[in-house]
């Protein structure tokens, strides 16, 4: 199987199979652009592509769950390949978990259709999390750790440089808030991470892009959705209580998630409490006199 998405040639069509039978409504063509506009704009904004001179070709694992997410994330870095604006080898990889009844071949049949290089592992952690994790207790921390460390295994010996999710804009948010409300600091996922061996960087290409954009997108192609089952068949999860907060605030104030999501870019560390990023004891007044502590003059406070 080729290394690398290249144009048929002697085929006349200049759009990938993954956008065969896109509709032509206006509607749909405005929110195509919008994905690969938002998409462009974070893989730039974080430096998700090397672009030194003289530096190796990259390779992106695009990892493939079946979810809404991970279908949009690949229709648009093959948008992106395709049109040659993104210098990099695309090859997509499913990680089959073993979990009962999932529909193994519903994957590699659509990429086989589609001619998108990929790789289908299958590893059982399916068992290892529903062994160690106590009854009532969620899933995900663990599914998350064991799923993230085959992936590394597998772009390791695909030669690739980076490994690639889905992650969104909304699951940025909703983790800013689930550390807020349950961790007791101020972060989330951020667009770009060395793993902590620094031979590989996980990228979130999606960044930029509301979830509502990826289900209308997944939706209008008809892709082949596989619902993650280990995970939603449980009740009562913290993040489907922040995501219900924020749908409320949204429904309230339309717009709020995009002003919340700009704030996470603005940070300005001497307005936090965090003397680690800002140095509040070397603060020193600017013209500070022998006479300013018995000044009659009103403070400017901000």
Known sequence: MPDTLLPPTGTGQDIHPLFHGAPKTTQFRKLRKRLVRETREAIDRYAMVDRAPNTPRAKWLVCLSGGKDSYT??????????????PVDLIACNLDQGQPGFPATVLPDFLER???PHRIEYRDTYSVVVDKVPAGRTYCALCSRLRRANLYRVAREEGCTSVVLGHHRDDILETFFLNLFHGGKIATMPPKLRNDKGDLTLLRPLAHVAEADCAAFARAMAYPIIPCDLCGSQDGLQRQVIKRMLDEWEARVPGRRAGMF?????????HMLDPALFDFAGMVAADAGPNDDNSSEIPDLR
Not at 73 to 86: C, D, K, M, N
Not at 262 to 270: D, E, K, N, Q, T
């Open 114 to 116: 589609m001619g998108v």
């Open 262 to 270: 700009a704030a996470l870019g603005h940070v300005s560390p001497s």
């Open 73 to 86: 994330l690949l229709a648009v870095l093959t948008e992106l390949h395709w049109r040659g604006l993104l």
